[in-house]
């Protein structure tokens, strides 16, 4: 990572359509660790995530979003999304090397196979995004993203729609890939963010809350008793807010 | 593709035996409805004279054709790529398909003469629209996500014209492209028709004028034929487009 990862805070109110969103609020997202905002659809998670992109247009925002350094977010983010945003018609390593072309650069595709072997992607480097199963479109979106080498990453439910061994993958090895940079998840469920989660934040329809974590550096094990404890927290938690 | 062709065979035979049906049940004279016989004697008594007016009308419509399909598609282009323009000429093109091009022809002989310049004309403006407003729809409707990505990753509005919405939309252009097959010959025979020296829509209204009914069915069947062709190769080509596309 070639710049420091900052942390990030959010703080204020959002309006979608002049309907309040979510209340005045207050986030922030620690330098160098996984946040995961957990919440249910509908209370706004999406959108913090959004406001932190530059991306929520649709959204009349008042209060400040920041990074620690003072500096702006613009060009220091990285978006990984459930749908895996890759291109049909490019293949693994045209999907992969595409933030420079975007931007009118010529892309580095020597880094570009190595970002593909690091996601074990490298016997499919050639193939179009409909030759792979579901956990390899994931692994080369994670691979774009790596690719962009920003200091924060923004991941929006990326490992939702895959099954339960595949996503156990996939957060090893976003976790392993992701160290020292300033991540923020946004997830529905709740396993995800006790595994993941250096800080854990609940945000429901009453605001935000935050849990303290299990003990146990990410990404911790899936039959870990604190784990399955904090788990069990989160889903009562959700179920019931505050 | 075996079958294809045996299906497709089929349905021809099916047809000439309902067109003979037609002419022996109802014993139409064969100055009014020819059979398939004597349009196919047309068809080969006349083969010079009939490939001498089709090479003309295959050129108008093929060069009206590629004409139209590059001036649509970059009208679709221009008109996605700046939001200034959008509101200028959207109404300008809506107001152009409320003239019947039927009627424009007159006009464009008049502009362009009596040789291939008005029917290329023609067959360009009758595809025209249909190029472009489709297009246009399938630039229109980049997934959201793809833009936002991009928008992250800080493209350039051009990459993301060239490298998104362009690729993109290109099954809503094939599907442009398939109705332009279709009209492009419509619009090359209209302008024979209002005035011309060569072409099969001009061999179509001689014959007629020379009560040579079998000539006149024998260059509408060639016409048919090289319509059909058309769609089948334009058909082909625009599904090659989306396999290379999709992978």
Redesign the interface.
């Known amino acids: 990572m070639t710049q420091a990862a900052p942390s990030l805070s959010l703080s204020g109110a959002a309006r979608i359509d002049g309907a309040p969103l979510f209340g005045p609020l207050g986030l922030d997202v620690r330098a160098g660790r996984w946040t995961c905002l957990l919440g249910p659809s509908g209370v706004g998670k999406t959108t913090i995530l959004?406001l932190f992109?530059?991306?929520a247009e649709e959204v009349e925002f008042t209060g400040t979003i920041a990074a620690d350094d003072g500096l702006p977010l613009?060009?220091r983010?990285?978006?990984m999304?459930q749908?895996d945003?890759l291109?049909?018609?490019l293949?693994v390593l045209g999907n992969v090397a595409?933030?420079a072309?975007?931007?009118?650069e010529r892309p580095d595709l020597a880094r570009a196979r190595r970002m593909i072997d690091r996601v074990g992607l490298d016997r499919h480097a050639t193939k179009?995004?409909?030759?792979l199963s579901g956990g390899q479109r994931q692994r080369a979106a994670l691979a774009r993203t790596l690719m962009?080498d920003r200091p924060v990453i923004l991941l929006d439910e990326p490992f939702s729609a895959l099954d339960a061994r595949t996503r156990a993958e996939m957060q090893d090895l976003a976790v392993e890939l992701l160290d020292r940079r300033t991540v923020l998840l946004v997830t529905h469920d709740p396993a995800e963010a006790a595994r993941l989660g250096h800080d854990i934040r609940i945000l429901t329809e009453t605001g935000l809350d935050e849990l303290s974590p299990p003990a146990g550096a990410p990404p911790r094990p899936v039959d870990d008793r604190a784990t399955l404890e904090a788990q069990g927290r989160l889903l009562r938690r959700l179920r019931s807010p505050a | 593709m075996i079958r294809g062709a045996l299906t497709l065979a089929a349905v021809v035979l099916m047809g000439l035996a309902l067109w003979q049906g037609i002419v022996s049940a109802t014993g139409l004279p064969h100055f009014i409805l020819p059979g398939p016989a004597r349009v196919a004697e047309a068809v080969w008594t006349h083969r010079a004279l009939i490939a001498e007016n089709a090479v003309v009308t295959v050129s108008e419509v093929m060069i009206g054709l590629v004409l139209g399909a590059l001036l649509g598609a970059a009208t679709a282009i221009w008109l996605a790529a700046s939001p200034l323009a959008r509101p200028l000429l959207r109404p300008m093109l809506v107001f152009s398909q409320a003239i019947p091009v039927f009627a424009l022809a007159p006009v464009l002989t008049l502009w362009f003469g009596y040789g291939l310049g008005s029917k290329i004309a023609m067959a360009l403006l009758i595809i025209y629209f249909p190029v472009t407003s489709s297009f246009f729809d399938g630039l229109m409707r980049t997934p959201q996500?793809?833009l936002?990505?991009?928008?992250?990753?800080?493209?350039?509005p051009?990459?993301?014209m060239w490298?998104?919405r362009i690729?993109a939309a290109l099954p809503s252009l094939a599907s442009g492209l398939r109705l332009a097959a279709v009209y492009a010959p419509i619009g090359a025979i209209i302008g024979e028709w209002v005035g011309a020296s060569r072409g099969l829509g001009y061999l179509m209204l001689l014959a007629n004028g020379r009560a040579k009914i079998d000539l006149m069915f024998a260059a509408l069947i060639v016409l048919a034929v090289f319509t059909l062709l058309l769609h089948a190769g334009v058909d082909r080509a625009a599904a090659w487009l989306l396999r290379?596309?999709?992978?």
Not at chain 1, 128 to 131: D, I, L, M
Not at chain 2, 244 to 247: P, S
């Open positions: 959004r992109a530059g991306l613009t060009g983010v990285a978006l999304a749908s945003l291109f049909p018609w293949d595409l933030g072309r975007l931007r009118g179009k995004p409909h030759a962009e | 996500g793809w936002d990505m991009a928008h992250v990753m800080r493209a350039t051009t990459q993301v490298r998104i690729p290379r596309h999709r992978g």
